[in-house]
Nanobody, 126 residues
Framework: QVQLVESGGGLVQAGGSLRLSCAAS????????MGWFRQAPGKERAFVAT???????WYADSVKGRFTLSRDNAKNTVYLQMNSLKPEDTAVYYC????????????????????WGQGTQVTVSS
């Protein structure tokens, strides 16, 4: 098990940027696939981005080219850099960790993730 704490959310104008951080506890952080999901009011939780143990990434089409996911295994932290933000990016963003043996499309499924943070609110005003 790993505990996750997100930070970096806030209110930003359309076109602006935010960087979300997710700090993980435990010594086995580098064995986890890490993902970000978001949930807007009245909608289901949706995949945003994921990063494998060795740094491979996968993005939702809606954020591709605007968001960048990275990880620092020495600091047990993943970072989601969000640029060119749009009002439709407004949501609670959740960090999650999955003990996947292989990096595959399974990493896009929130049901594959056993560990979740508490979420951080991102609000983009028009």
């Amino acid at each position: 098990q790993v505990q996750l704490v997100e930070s970096g959310g806030g209110l930003v104008q359309a076109g602006g940027s935010l960087r979300l951080s997710c700090a993980a506890s435990g010594r086995t952080f580098n064995t986890y696939t890490m993902g970000w999901f978001r949930q807007a009011p009245g909608k289901e939780r949706a995949f945003v981005a994921t990063i494998s143990k060795n740094g491979s990434t996968w993005y939702a089409d809606s954020v591709k080219g605007r968001f960048t996911l990275s990880r620092d295994n020495a600091k047990n932290t993943v970072y989601l850099q969000m640029n060119s933000l749009k009002p439709e990016d407004t949501a609670v963003y959740y960090c999650a960790a999955a003990g996947l043996q292989y990096f595959s499309s399974a990493a896009l499924d929130p049901r594959e993730y056993d560990n979740w943070g508490q979420g951080t609110q991102v609000t983009v005003s028009s």
